[in-house]
């Protein structure tokens, strides 16, 4: 019972596939609302099974706890908005197949593995499934040369990356003598926290956990697969797996190697200062809006890493509650981009946004408001993520790390406020135009903006939250 959700989202995946094989192209939306329902029925699932406490399954290697339930809702939500944008930005470049939908399903199943895994095995596979299904979305777009490279690098990067975490876990495991994380934890508590193979493995699974997140200075893949692949599934890439990366570095470092905190804590202070500073400068040189967001994202990750290396509860409760926050910015901003592109143009270029607010002054609205929270400005919830993460810091006495933490945002809302400088301050350009038939996402979208304010009566209540689905591992 505690995998059902698991179990039928892949079972609906399988029959999609299936049913998929007899559509025509004009019923094609049959596959489209199959997913759509396999989602909320896995939320459903979730909901009726929500664990108050943790229990296992699989011999210790499923957890079934309120933070694995916690993140599969909302890696539901996302997905369910991800499609929701996609579908007319495949229908216009005759991408609109079944295939998109069921390789979201299966890496749906890879997160809801991954939030749940007890055991390395566990945590690989899902990772696994992911990944392979991400790789197979970046080249779907299958006569441009430019998804294929992009393809390309994501997946020979990302096995270099698959490597290094399994010989992470590789070394613990001899170190241990167990691949099951209670039991990782347990054998680490007696053993010297300077064991040198202890450290090694821990060096090798942060270098694969950097990856994933697409933290620097193991970033180098997130802005060409961003720009390279289609928009439909950036978008996808930039919300719902940073969900699932989160709960890997906790089911990991703080289910498993908290005990090495004073080792794996430098380590995160780095990557995070490494993160905010590549990710905010190269940010500003970038005209392109999907490699900006890319750039945006690897210093978003290093915001994220402040409450991980705070390596306190409350710290652990901020960058859950940021990177909630984060995936929804990051899926608006993106949807943007698809209601604004149409079949032969792509609003890729910051130009594009030019008078949008001559035009289309609600749209204008909703990116300004997507922008001023990704930007940090009060007061939307990315600035209350960023403020929490902050003050985890400052309470661990790391202010030095909290000066350069908002030095960084502070250049970082440079290039934020430019895209709303181009909507409200510049010329219109004939380029800015709308799609018809796009009613159902600019309702969606509309949503998706205004719940960074609507929030914000909740916020405590949001991280109370977080911070009491974390409490079963930490």
């Not at 001899?174 to 010297?192: F, H, K, P, Y």
């Not at 079949?343 to 922008?371: I, S, T, V, Y």
């Not at 979208?445 to 911070?467: E, K, Q, R, Y």
């Amino acid at each position: 019972m505690p995998a059902a959700p698991e179990i039928f989202v892949f079972s609906m995946a399988c029959a999609i596939l299936v049913i998929d094989l007899f559509l025509s192209d004009s019923r094609r939306v049959v596959s489209y609302a199959l997913a759509q329902l396999t989602l909320i029925g896995a939320a459903v699932l979730t909901l009726n099974g929500f664990a108050t406490t943790g229990s296992s399954a699989f011999e210790g290697m499923f957890i079934a706890d309120p933070l694995a339930d916690t993140l599969k809702l909302a890696i539901y939500g996302l997905a369910f908005f991800a499609f929701v944008y996609s579908r007319g930005y495949l229908r216009d470049r005759g991408m609109y197949r079944g295939e998109y939908f069921v390789l979201g399903l299966f890496g749906v199943v890879g997160m809801m593995v991954m939030v749940s895994a007890g055991h390395f095995l566990t945590l690989y596979l899902g990772l696994e499934l992911l990944s392979l299904s991400l790789y197979a979305m970046v080249a779907f777009q299958r006569d441009s040369a430019q998804a294929t490279e992009a393809a390309m690098k994501y997946f020979v990067l990302g096995a270099i990356a698959s490597g290094m975490l399994l010989y992470g876990l590789s070394m613990l495991y001899g170190a241990t003598g167990s691949l099951e994380i209670a039991a990782v934890r347990q054998a680490i508590a007696g053993l010297s926290s300077d064991d040198i193979i202890l450290i090694f493995g821990l060096v090798f699974v942060i270098g694969g956990l950097a990856f994933k997140l697409g933290a620097a200075p193991f970033h180098m893949w997130v802005p060409d697969v961003y720009h390279g692949a289609p928009t439909a599934v950036t978008l996808y890439i930039s919300s719902a797996p940073k969900v699932a990366a989160f709960a890997l570095v906790m089911r990991l470092l703080i289910g498993g190697l908290e005990e090495l905190s004073a080792s794996w804590q430098p380590m995160l202070m780095i990557m995070a200062v490494l993160s905010m500073g590549i990710g905010n400068v190269l940010a500003i040189a970038q005209d392109n809006i999907k490699r900006m967001l890319a750039y945006s994202s690897i210093s978003h990750m290093g915001f994220f890493l402040l409450g991980i290396l705070s390596a306190t509860p409350n710290g652990y409760g901020s960058a859950m509650f940021y990177v909630l926050v984060y995936a929804v910015m990051s899926l608006g901003a993106f949807g943007m981009v698809v209601l604004l592109s149409r079949a032969g143009f792509e609003a890729e270029k910051l130009e594009d946004f030019r008078g949008l607010n001559q035009r289309h002054p609600w749209l204008a609205f909703l990116m300004l408001l997507l922008m001023f929270s990704m930007a940090g400005v009060p007061p939307t919830a990315g600035f209350y993520a960023k403020l929490l993460v902050i003050q985890s810091i400052v309470r661990v006495d790391l202010v030095w790390l909290a000066v350069v933490a908002v030095l960084f945002a502070v250049i970082g809302a440079y290039y934020y406020l430019r895209v709303v400088k181009f909507m409200y301050f510049d010329d219109v350009r004939e380029t800015a135009i709308v799609p018809d038939g796009a009613r159902d996402m600019r309702v969606f979208l509309s949503v998706n903006a205004l719940a960074l304010l609507a929030v914000l009566p909740w916020v405590g209540t949001i991280v109370d939250l977080c911070s009491r689905a974390i409490q079963a591992i930490s």
